[in-house]
């Protein structure tokens, strides 16, 4: 009977062990629908009759990050933002939140670019 509570036990937290990931996928692509799909979708109805069309408020999002990386890329596009950039140095709180999303954005370029693996790192890909 001992045997059999354990061989019930092992398998349950396989299970859970299995099932945790891909809930945290679902709750993920909740979550962004939610925040991402809905809200651009409310945004934009505010200003035009725009039907309900489920996933259009992220592909909005991702063409918009588009044409933002777009115009930051060439001249007058780095012009700009190291003008923002030096106004959000003058203001204490705006400093202090926009230098902690630089880093942010700055590590998981340099990452991603491969100049520093992520087994350097410490992380397991």
Same mark, same amino acid.
């Given at each position: 009977?001992?045997?059999?509570? =354990?061989?019930? +036990?092992?398998?349950?937290?396989? $299970?859970?062990?299995?099932?945790?990931? !891909?809930?945290?996928? %679902?709750?993920?692509? +909740?979550?962004?629908?939610?925040?991402?799909d809905q809200r651009v979708m409310g945004f934009l109805g505010?200003?035009?009759?725009? +039907?309900?069309?489920? *996933?259009?408020?992220?592909?909005?999002? !991702?063409?918009?990050?588009?044409?933002? $990386?777009?115009? %930051?890329?060439? &001249?007058?596009?780095? +012009?700009?933002?190291?003008?923002?950039?030096?106004?959000? =140095?003058? &203001?204490?709180?705006?400093?202090?939140?926009? *230098? %902690?999303?630089?880093?942010?954005?700055?590590?998981?370029?340099v990452v991603s670019a491969g100049i520093i693996t992520p087994?350097?790192? $410490? %992380?397991?890909?």
């Amino acid at each position: 009977m001992k045997h059999f509570f =354990q061989h019930i +036990r092992v398998y349950v937290f396989r $299970g859970l062990l299995a099932i945790i990931p !891909l809930l945290l996928c %679902v709750l993920a692509v +909740r979550l962004l629908y939610v925040l991402i799909d809905q809200r651009v979708m409310g945004f934009l109805g505010n200003f035009y009759a725009v +039907r309900k069309i489920p *996933g259009l408020g992220i592909l909005l999002l !991702l063409v918009s990050l588009y044409f933002i $990386g777009l115009i %930051v890329s060439n &001249i007058r596009g780095r +012009r700009l933002l190291r003008l923002l950039e030096s106004i959000s =140095q003058r &203001i204490p709180f705006i400093k202090t939140i926009y *230098g %902690v999303g630089k880093q942010l954005s700055q590590g998981l370029s340099v990452v991603s670019a491969g100049i520093i693996t992520p087994k350097e790192k $410490g %992380v397991n890909l």
